[in-house]
């Protein structure tokens, strides 16, 4: 049962254009939402998060934003340069689980020059 | 400060074997994840411990088992492996306790394993 999934295995974006990635969850228990990073080779790294009574957090580039009435989240990266090719997931923490965070498939963002 | 710690970075191993993995969090972190990550499947939680204890235990088979020391370095182990576990194992660490925390986890750079 994937409680978070990304149906996007792969994106390609133009430099300089914007970058969206999408994430449906399905768990009402989730209250952290959460977006990471990761580079071959390397582990996946913190990017940007949002509280279940947010719908909007930004970081500089990056954008989360989230629609708890349809359960889905998003991520915009404006603008996308070719270092913010990576693999990005999508997760989210469970309120009641202690410190437990589920994890979607991913996405691969590919910038290109 | 020192970042999370996993050794051995790359091991392989063949079926029937079975396998240890041990993860260093970073100093003053309290609970240790792990992760399983293959295609398509994403990172798939498999435990997480805190003082010495597991707490959250993912959908996985009894051949996946860990276990927390009193420093909180963890160790996972993995018995009778099957080619279907070749996978990157990552472990995360994170303060364990307070309200506070929103999720963020701190990751090592994985164990890769591979059965043959």
């Known amino acids: 049962d994937q409680q978070v999934k990304q149906n996007s295995p792969s994106l390609s974006v133009q430099e300089g254009r914007i970058s969206i990635l999408n994430c449906d969850y399905t768990?009402?228990?989730?209250?952290?939402f959460l977006w990471y990073k990761k580079y071959p080779a390397e582990g996946p790294t913190f990017l940007i998060s949002i509280s279940s009574i947010k719908d909007k957090n930004e970081d500089g580039r990056f954008t989360v934003f989230l629609n708890k009435s349809a359960k889905h989240l998003s991520l915009h990266i404006v603008p996308s340069q070719p270092g913010d090719s990576a693999v990005y997931f999508c997760?989210?923490?469970?309120?009641?689980?202690?410190?437990?965070?589920?994890f979607g498939t991913g996405t691969k963002l590919q910038v290109i020059p | 400060k020192a970042g999370v710690t996993q050794t051995p970075r790359y091991l392989i191993k063949t079926r029937g074997q079975q396998v240890t993995l041990s993860c260093s969090p970073i100093?003053?972190?309290?609970?240790v994840s792990w992760y399983q990550q293959t295609p398509g499947q994403g990172l798939q939680f498999l435990f997480e411990y805190f003082s010495e204890t597991q707490r959250n235990k993912g959908n996985f088979p009894g051949r996946f088992s860990g276990r927390q020391f009193s420093n909180s370095r963890s160790e996972m182990n993995v018995s009778t492996l099957e080619l279907g576990d070749s996978a990157l194992y990552l472990c995360?660490?994170?303060?364990?306790?307070?309200?506070?925390?929103?999720?963020?986890?701190?990751f090592g750079e994985g164990s890769r394993l591979t059965v043959l």
């Open positions: 768990n009402s228990m989730f209250d952290y």
């Open positions: 997760a989210a923490r469970d309120s009641g689980g202690y410190q437990k965070v589920t």
């Open positions: 995360a660490s994170s303060p364990g306790t307070g309200g506070s925390w929103t999720g963020e986890l701190f």
């Open positions: 100093s003053g972190h309290r609970s």
